[in-house]
């Protein structure tokens, strides 16, 4: 089985600031895969970035980064120079092998102008 | 491309009424998905459909929920009778393939169900 934990419900940042959302996981498997994605007001759900966990190199996108810590099943996300358009709900999603892929309970960021 | 289109966007109903939603992927995806968010937690796998075969359906109400993917495009959940609990938002998403890694999965705008 496979979980994800966000132990931050809300959080805030100033606009043009550095923000970290955490995120921790559990699985059974060896070979697994770590997406954060983005829901805004709208309800869509949007793919952020993604880490594949046999690859040690953080993955980057632009301004979001993220900082994978496989021994301790770690793997947040930094939002750097934070908009007002970055203001949404943030979750922390797995999968492994032939596992369906999980959420956790998400993240809500607001950013302050 | 033209995303993931879902109908209809909000949805109110009395509990023991039926009500369906319905989902069309984007073209040349051959994954389906159908995920339920409650309110304040992240989304959960309903179905999942390889073009019309069904994949998982392992967290699926059987006995209230059923789903279909005809011709292996446009996908309908039914949910009958509702009750309360099912309040929630039906999210449909598309992918190329299985893998949600290699293709990612594009989700629609949901569709926001209130059971009164």
């Known amino acids: 089985a496979q979980t994800v934990t966000q132990s931050q419900p809300e959080m805030s940042v100033q606009e043009a600031e550095t923000v970290t959302l955490s995120c921790t996981y559990d699985t059974s498997e060896s070979d697994y895969y770590l997406f954060w994605y983005k829901q805004p007001p709208s309800r869509q759900m949007i793919l952020v970035i993604r880490?594949?966990?046999?690859?040690?190199q953080n993955a980057t996108e632009n301004r979001f980064s993220v900082n994978f810590q496989k021994a301790a099943k770690s793997f947040s996300l930094k939002i750097s120079d934070s908009q007002l358009g970055d203001a949404a709900m943030y979750f922390c999603a797995i999968q492994g092998g032939s596992e369906k892929l999980v959420f956790g309970k998400g993240t809500k960021l607001t950013v302050n102008p | 491309e033209a995303g993931v289109a879902q109908s209809p966007r909000y949805k109110i109903i009395e509990k023991r009424q039926s009500v369906a939603f319905w989902c069309n992927p984007i073209s040349g995806h051959a994954t389906l998905y159908w995920y339920q968010q409650i309110l304040g937690q992240g989304p959960k796998l309903l179905i999942q459909f390889q073009n019309n075969g069904v994949v998982d359906d392992s967290q699926l109400p059987k006995d209230r929920f059923s789903a279909e993917r005809l011709k292996g495009v446009d996908s309908t959940l039914k949910i009958q009778p509702a009750k309360l609990e099912d309040s929630a938002v039906y999210l449909c998403?598309?992918?190329?393939?299985?893998?949600?890694?290699?293709?990612?999965?594009?989700f629609g705008n949901g569709t926001r169900l209130t059971v009164t």
């Open positions: 880490q594949e966990a046999y690859k040690q």
């Open positions: 998403a598309s992918s190329r393939t299985g893998s949600s890694y290699n293709s990612p999965l594009h």
